[in-house]
């Protein structure tokens, strides 16, 4: 089975990646005129993502199942809320036969100790995990929670 594993996207994110479909009663839209000119009393703002910006904080996962393999890639920000979605498609992986994890954090700009209980939920079930490439911020994380746990949940299935 090679097919992709779709996690359920926030609502925040859906509304950033893809434009809502017109409806049937929607009233036709009119084209944009010329933009206003600036009001010179508003602070400036930057509106050129140039070189000096930092990470796309919004989460982004990637994902493929095969042969009992789910491979994910992350991007973004990981926290409390923003794991959901991750959870939920471990979850969706491990109801089609998924029994190992290969896991590509490369480019994480932020995560915390909820995408350890993720990837310690995943391993007390039965299943193992390896990392793929880890970005500062996971390889901290990750050295972290050794130090701290060592030899619990997520330390069995790492590998650096």
Known sequence: MNAPINAAILPAARALTA???????AAPTVPPGPPEPPDPRAPARS???GPDAGPDPLPRIRSALHDGVLTVALAGEFD??????????????????????VLD????????SALLDVLDRWVLSGRSWESAGASRSARLLFSLEARIRPGHGVRQGVGP
């Open 19 to 25: 434009p809502s479909a017109p409806t049937a009663s």
């Open 80 to 101: 409390h809320f923003t794991c959901a979605p991750l959870r939920g498609l471990l979850d969706e992986g491990a109801v089609r036969g998924a029994r190992h994890l």
């Open 47 to 49: 509106t050129d993502a």
């Open 105 to 112: 954090a490369a480019l994480v700009s932020f995560c915390d």
